[in-house]
């Protein structure tokens, strides 16, 4: 039996709602809009038997109305994207995960992902990012990305994405045709990147063309202007990039989901309702809409009076549908999903998941330089450590992590003294910090992405001048490495979470660090 237009709409939505159990509002993306799938955020991740619970409601309801299961999905990237933290949950994100594994572990990584993900009922991952980051002021990817060098990137992001669908997921690359060579969040406002395509070609491209020929089930397009491509649309609204670019051009037949349609890099300059059409009409399949209901039903109501007017061919629609249901059915969601509360606890407390974890983690740690800071700090009588305590920023972060503290942690390990300041240290606050370190015969000074935040610059500086050895210890990835010139040594963790904390310290207390940077600085 042929399906209505708007359940075929539905399935080409995946929405987002606001609470840790199925709500009125998930309720409602159901039933007044067949809205046939769902993303879950931090917001949403409590616990894995929660999740479990939750995925399981949802699956349920959306079978009920509707007759299909839906695509349940996360960002769980590792690193500073991870929804969920629990148990083997938390791995190494991308740049440390370059930084400290093979690519054999790195496809495992990526499998025990997979197996953690779909034992709680997702079963897509937006994740493994392909991005390749050439510019080192890149706001919202940095070390999200395995690094800048492009055979790198494909080859630890490919290993990773076969893991995750021989894990049971669908893995999804991201953010194509590239998010690493731009200065601008897309969450705030559109990139441009301007480079030539023929660079590209040997760039940005590189890895998502090597995914594709080894299989690449579905990818996230990207909100950016590609001018040399197309001038005015970016690539999600884009049919020059998404229609003749990847789908002739570069043959890939997967699904395409869109990055949130709610991001300013859409709405400041299309809005919900024509960036969705727009969307649709370049050949995307699946519109992200991450927060707020009745922007679900302005890209619903949207798209079906651009059909009714001829402005999108019922034929478009159908063949987002068609590819969306193929791959529903490969996944077994043709069918109703069943979660195991019990089987998702004990996956994501898996104990050899949890070792790997770690040891990677604590692999990555990278020795930058060292100009005699490491033995100063050795030599110490009275070492302290100094580090911002952690504050989301951008839109990709959660704050339900916010109050992560590397100095409170590394202090109590070691047993050192510690000083913790705000990611934006006011004047007072400088002073307070200076006026603490006076007793202090070494120091490891944390910093988080100083080369966005001035005061945290300012402080730095104020520090290198007190004529203490410094360890600068960079929690956020190499790219601070400029503003740490003066330490006495310099080391990486790529990021800042417990288990890369964990890491840290560990490699401060034995002096030892197996990480290889994958940049070039």
């Not at 009588?381 to 992560?404: C, H, N, W």
Request: glycine share 8%; charged share 20%.
């Amino acid at each position: 039996m042929e399906k209505s237009l708007r359940h075929q709409i539905g399935q080409m939505i995946i929405a987002g709602f606001p609470s840790l159990e199925v709500d009125d509002q998930a309720r409602r993306l159901v039933e007044e809009y067949q809205v046939g799938n769902f993303i879950l955020f931090a917001r949403n991740m409590k616990t894995a038997r929660q999740t479990a619970a939750l995925c399981d409601g949802l699956s349920r309801m959306t079978f009920e109305k509707l007759g299909v299961a839906p695509f349940i999905s996360a960002d769980q990237e590792g690193g500073m994207v991870s929804r969920i933290t629990e148990g083997a949950a938390l791995f190494s994100g991308a740049m440390a995960l370059s930084a400290g594994a093979d690519l054999q572990q790195a496809r495992q990584v990526g499998k025990n992902c997979g197996e953690m993900l779909r034992a709680m009922g997702i079963n897509v991952n937006f994740a493994p990012v392909l991005d390749v980051n050439i510019e080192p002021m890149n706001p919202i990817i940095g070390n999200r990305s395995y690094g800048d060098d492009p055979q790198r990137v494909a080859d630890v992001g490919c290993a990773v994405m076969e893991g995750m669908v021989e894990g049971g997921v669908i893995a999804t690359l991201k953010h194509y045709p590239g998010h690493g060579n731009v200065n601008t969040d897309s969450h705030l406002d559109l990139p441009v990147n301007h480079t030539d395509p023929a660079v590209l070609e040997k760039t940005e491209f590189l890895p998502f063309q090597q995914a594709f020929r080894r299989g690449a089930p579905a990818l996230m397009s990207c909100h950016i202007v590609f001018p040399k491509i197309d001038p005015e649309l970016p690539a999600t609204l884009s049919p020059a990039i998404i229609g003749d670019l990847l789908r002739k051009k570069q043959g890939f037949d997967g699904l395409v989901f869109t990055d949130c349609m709610e991001m300013d890099a859409i709405q400041k300059g299309w809005g919900m309702a024509r960036g969705a059409v727009l969307a649709v009409a370049a050949g995307c399949d699946v519109l992200c809409i991450s927060h707020h209901l009745e922007q679900v039903q302005s890209a619903v109501e949207a798209i079906e009076q651009a059909v009714a007017d001829g402005i999108i061919p019922r034929s478009r629609i159908q063949e987002s549908y068609d590819r969306i249901m193929a791959a529903k059915k490969k996944m077994g969601l043709l069918e109703l999903q069943q979660v195991s509360l019990e089987q998702a606890e004990a996956v994501i407390h898996d104990e050899e998941k949890i070792a790997l974890h770690k040891q990677v983690a604590r692999n990555s740690v990278t020795l930058l330089c060292d100009k005699g800071g490491l033995s100063a700090l050795q030599q110490a009588k009275k070492p302290m450590i100094l580090a911002p305590v952690f504050q989301s920023s951008t839109g990709v972060e959660d704050k339900e992590y916010d109050g992560r503290s590397f100095a409170r942690s590394a202090g109590t390990a070691l047993g050192w003294d510690f000083v913790e300041y705000p990611m934006t240290p006011t004047e007072e606050e400088r002073a307070a910090v200076l006026a603490a370190v006076s007793q202090a015969d070494a120091l490891v000074l944390g910093l988080y992405n100083c080369r966005f935040r001035e005061t945290q610059r300012a402080l730095v500086e104020q520090l290198f001048g007190k004529g203490i050895p410094v360890v600068a210890a960079l929690l956020g990835g190499p790219y601070d490495i400029p503003y740490a010139a003066k330490a006495d040594a310099a080391v990486c963790c790529y990021e800042y979470t417990p288990l890369a904390v964990a890491a840290l310290v560990e490699a401060l207390r034995t002096g030892e660090f197996y990480g290889k940077l994958p940049i070039k600085l």
